[in-house]
């Protein structure tokens, strides 16, 4: 061992024999449980959406009305006319082959029925 090295080990030990163990003061244990009980005692705020799922399936249902009579109505005109029809006649008609559709259909399916899985099981996850 080199000759300092021996120097900053006698300086050290002797610093330490001069230095007092910190200690906490007297009450240091009875505020930290009264802070635990304050926080035991907090109130959880629950989740809820700002839509509940009423409001959306009503939503869901007016939208699905709208496009029903926007795609099934008459000639005539009637108050749900709101000028779809002049602009459906701008744009030309559309066909989709088959595997197409099929395609659009299935994609639609599935992340329909992935939506409620995947907040199922995050849900399951994330309980505390």
Do not use: C, H
Request: proline share 3%.
């Amino acid at each position: 061992m080199k000759e300092s090295d021996k120097n900053v080990a006698e300086f050290i030990e002797k610093i330490m024999e001069d230095a007092s163990l910190e200690t906490p003061s007297f009450d240091f244990t009875s505020k930290i449980m009264a802070q635990v009980a304050v926080a035991e005692n907090a109130k959880i705020k629950e989740y809820k959406p700002l839509i509940s799922k009423t409001a959306w399936f009503a939503i869901f249902g007016i939208f699905a009305l709208v496009i029903g009579f926007s795609l099934i109505g008459s000639d005539q005109k009637s108050a749900f006319d709101f000028g779809l029809n002049s602009v459906a006649n701008l744009i030309p008609t559309i066909r989709f082959s088959d595997t197409i559709t099929y395609s659009i259909l299935i994609v639609t399916l599935m992340i329909l029925i992935q939506i409620p899985l995947l907040k199922n099981y995050f849900d399951k996850r994330f309980e505390v």
